[in-house]
């Protein structure tokens, strides 16, 4: 259940940063190529923010899209940039990011030699913290 080590990790990030103040919204992306249960993924949240101080509601979660970049041309592109992908190789890439070198080549040189520099992974992109009152 990897929904829950990355609440986990999540919560705890969020905790550190906080630092005892009120935490108002937290802004996660959810990697296109990462498959996480949203709903386990909320559950999981919750229940490790329980007893922390802070309010599980604050998150919100997009999706960030996966980009690529080819190591032969130096060109970067994204799912959307690949001509004729299938829906079934397109869920097979989700599934499995690993797969991406099977299915996937740079539609500038055509080589299957490519990062995946974006879309794997949960990341938090901002925290809101309550401005300290003044004294
Ligand atoms: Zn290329």
Redesign the pocket.
Known sequence: MHEWALAEATVETVRREAAGRRVVSVQLAFGELQQVDRDIFAAAVAECAAGTGIDASVFRVEEEPARFA?R??D?PWSLADVPGLTEDEREAVHLLPEAAHAYLR?P????TD?DVVAGRGVTVTAIELETEAPR
Do not use: E, L, P
């Open positions: 080819c032969v041309c060109r740079c500038g040189c055509g080589s490519f």
